[in-house]
């Protein structure tokens, strides 16, 4: 895996890197450094590490940076992580030729998470049709495999 993040928009994946492509080798060039990832993985702490057809793992921690005034993890640290590879997972089932975008994620926090821990965000596929794409996730820790957040999301499927 080489960790590749843009350092400037035009570094970004453009329309054609993405409909080119099947949503799931998107993803994979993603995670080997063919094609530039998110800037949000640098600032919040965490990048994708494996896709498979209806799965996709983020691997993170929050930091100091990531948490709120009760000085634990922000729960937007957890909405964040989960939506990714959440959204990603009902990526990798995409044809050439079709995008996607979040239309609502829900998220279950279980525990605190606390700072440096380090996590999987595991997203699975439910249901991949022509116009809509549903998938779960969890986060759980990768020494002490504690569940500490899960969600849903609903995605809309789109062609060019």
């Not at 080798?25 to 590490?49: H, K, S, Y």
């Not at 000085?71 to 992580?81: C, V």
């Not at 997203?123 to 957040?149: C, F, K, N, P, Q």
Request: charged share 20%; hydrophobic share 35%; aromatic share 6%.
């Amino acid at each position: 895996m080489t960790k590749r993040i843009a350092q400037t928009i035009d570094e970004l994946p453009d329309m054609d890197d993405v409909l080119s492509r099947t949503g799931l080798e998107f993803m994979r060039d993603v995670i080997n450094g063919t094609l530039a990832g998110p800037p949000i993985g640098r600032t919040l702490g965490f990048w994708p590490i494996e896709a498979d057809k209806g799965r996709v793992v983020f691997e993170g921690a929050p930091t100091f940076d990531t948490t709120n005034p009760m000085r634990t993890t922000h729960g937007g640290w957890y909405g964040a992580i989960l939506d990714s590879c959440m959204a990603c997972a009902v990526m990798t089932e995409l044809p050439k030729g079709s995008r996607y975008t979040t239309l609502e994620f829900k998220v279950n926090i279980t525990r605190n998470l606390p700072l440096g821990t380090k996590v999987h965000a595991v997203g699975t596929v439910l249901h991949a049709g022509r116009s809509t794409g549903v998938s779960t996730g969890e986060i759980r820790g990768v020494e002490d495999r504690r569940l500490y957040a899960t969600g849903s999301t609903t995605c809309i499927i789109m062609g060019a």
